[in-house]
Protein backbone atom coordinates (compact mmCIF):
# COMPACT_ATOMS: atom_id res chain seq x y z
CA UNK A 1 0.00 0.00 0.00
CA UNK A 2 1.02 3.21 -0.65
CA UNK A 3 1.94 5.63 1.86
CA UNK A 4 2.88 9.56 1.43
CA UNK A 5 3.60 11.70 4.72
CA UNK A 6 3.90 15.73 3.48
CA UNK A 7 4.99 17.71 6.53
CA UNK A 8 6.78 21.13 7.13
CA UNK A 9 3.84 23.21 7.10
CA UNK A 10 2.59 25.81 9.58
CA UNK A 11 2.30 29.69 10.50
CA UNK A 12 4.88 31.77 8.44
CA UNK A 13 4.51 35.42 7.64
CA UNK A 14 4.11 37.34 4.17
CA UNK A 15 7.65 37.02 2.53
CA UNK A 16 9.16 34.18 4.40
CA UNK A 17 9.91 30.78 3.14
CA UNK A 18 8.85 27.22 4.17
CA UNK A 19 10.30 23.87 2.79
CA UNK A 20 7.69 21.13 2.54
CA UNK A 21 8.74 16.98 2.49
CA UNK A 22 6.86 14.16 1.48
CA UNK A 23 8.30 11.45 2.69
CA UNK A 24 6.81 7.95 0.47
CA UNK A 25 6.99 4.28 1.00
CA UNK A 26 4.67 1.20 -0.98
CA UNK A 27 5.73 1.99 -4.64
CA UNK A 28 8.89 1.82 -6.17
CA UNK A 29 9.07 5.90 -6.05
CA UNK A 30 11.45 6.28 -8.88
CA UNK A 31 9.19 5.03 -11.55
CA UNK A 32 6.91 8.26 -11.14
CA UNK A 33 6.63 12.03 -11.64
CA UNK A 34 5.18 13.16 -8.64
CA UNK A 35 3.38 16.65 -7.87
CA UNK A 36 2.45 19.25 -5.22
CA UNK A 37 -1.44 19.97 -5.12
CA UNK A 38 -2.87 22.85 -3.13
CA UNK A 39 -6.56 23.58 -1.66
CA UNK A 40 -7.31 27.20 -0.73
CA UNK A 41 -9.99 27.73 2.16
CA UNK A 42 -13.46 27.60 -0.30
CA UNK A 43 -11.53 26.70 -3.49
CA UNK A 44 -10.86 23.87 -5.28
CA UNK A 45 -7.59 22.05 -5.49
CA UNK A 46 -5.20 23.69 -7.55
CA UNK A 47 -2.00 21.99 -9.46
CA UNK A 48 1.52 23.52 -8.05
CA UNK A 49 4.06 21.86 -9.49
CA UNK A 50 5.39 18.78 -10.81
CA UNK A 51 9.18 17.22 -11.59
CA UNK A 52 10.09 14.06 -13.26
CA UNK A 53 10.99 10.47 -12.37
CA UNK A 54 14.79 11.69 -12.69
CA UNK A 55 14.60 15.43 -11.34
CA UNK A 56 15.78 16.77 -14.72
CA UNK A 57 12.15 18.00 -15.52
CA UNK A 58 9.82 20.46 -13.37
CA UNK A 59 6.69 22.55 -13.83
CA UNK A 60 5.12 25.11 -12.01
CA UNK A 61 1.61 26.76 -12.01
CA UNK A 62 2.16 30.44 -12.96
CA UNK A 63 1.20 31.79 -9.70
CA UNK A 64 4.15 30.27 -8.00
CA UNK A 65 6.48 30.29 -10.80
CA UNK A 66 10.10 31.96 -9.25
CA UNK A 67 8.96 31.52 -5.80
CA UNK A 68 8.91 27.79 -5.15
CA UNK A 69 11.17 25.11 -6.56
CA UNK A 70 9.94 21.50 -6.27
CA UNK A 71 12.75 18.66 -5.64
CA UNK A 72 13.26 14.77 -5.11
CA UNK A 73 16.08 12.34 -3.75
CA UNK A 74 14.92 9.32 -5.22
CA UNK A 75 17.73 7.54 -2.46
CA UNK A 76 15.54 8.93 0.37
CA UNK A 77 12.39 8.58 -1.73
CA UNK A 78 11.19 12.50 -0.51
CA UNK A 79 9.70 14.88 -2.41
CA UNK A 80 10.74 18.46 -1.59
CA UNK A 81 8.87 22.25 -2.35
CA UNK A 82 10.67 25.12 -1.40
CA UNK A 83 8.45 27.83 -0.94
CA UNK A 84 9.86 31.44 -0.95
CA UNK A 85 8.58 35.33 -0.77
CA UNK A 86 5.30 33.31 0.16
CA UNK A 87 2.08 34.99 0.18
CA UNK A 88 -1.26 35.13 1.90
CA UNK A 89 -2.50 33.62 -1.17
CA UNK A 90 -0.43 30.78 -0.81
CA UNK A 91 -2.48 29.52 2.24
CA UNK A 92 -3.77 26.24 1.47
CA UNK A 93 -3.35 22.54 2.46
CA UNK A 94 -0.68 21.14 0.69
CA UNK A 95 -0.70 17.85 -0.55
CA UNK A 96 2.12 15.52 -2.63
CA UNK A 97 0.73 12.78 -5.28
CA UNK A 98 2.26 10.69 -7.63
CA UNK A 99 2.10 11.39 -10.91
CA UNK A 100 2.09 14.43 -13.24
CA UNK A 101 -1.23 14.45 -15.48
CA UNK A 102 -3.42 12.44 -13.44
CA UNK A 103 -2.35 11.53 -9.72
CA UNK A 104 -2.74 8.13 -7.67
CA UNK A 105 -1.74 7.96 -4.67
CA UNK A 106 -2.19 11.17 -2.37
CA UNK A 107 -0.75 12.33 1.28
CA UNK A 108 -2.60 13.77 3.72
CA UNK A 109 -1.49 17.20 3.45
CA UNK A 110 0.50 19.94 5.55
CA UNK A 111 -1.47 23.27 6.20
CA UNK A 112 0.64 26.38 5.02
CA UNK A 113 -0.60 29.56 6.67
CA UNK A 114 0.74 32.87 5.46
CA UNK A 115 -0.74 36.08 7.82
CA UNK A 116 0.82 38.72 9.83
Known amino acids: EAQLVESGGGLVQPGGSLRLSCVTS????????MSWVRQSPGKGLEWVST????????WYAKSIEGRFIISRDNAKRTLYLQMNRLESEDTAVYYC?????????WGQGTQVTVSS
Open 97 to 105: ASGATSFGD
Open 26 to 33: GFIFDDYS
Open 51 to 58: ISWDGVGT
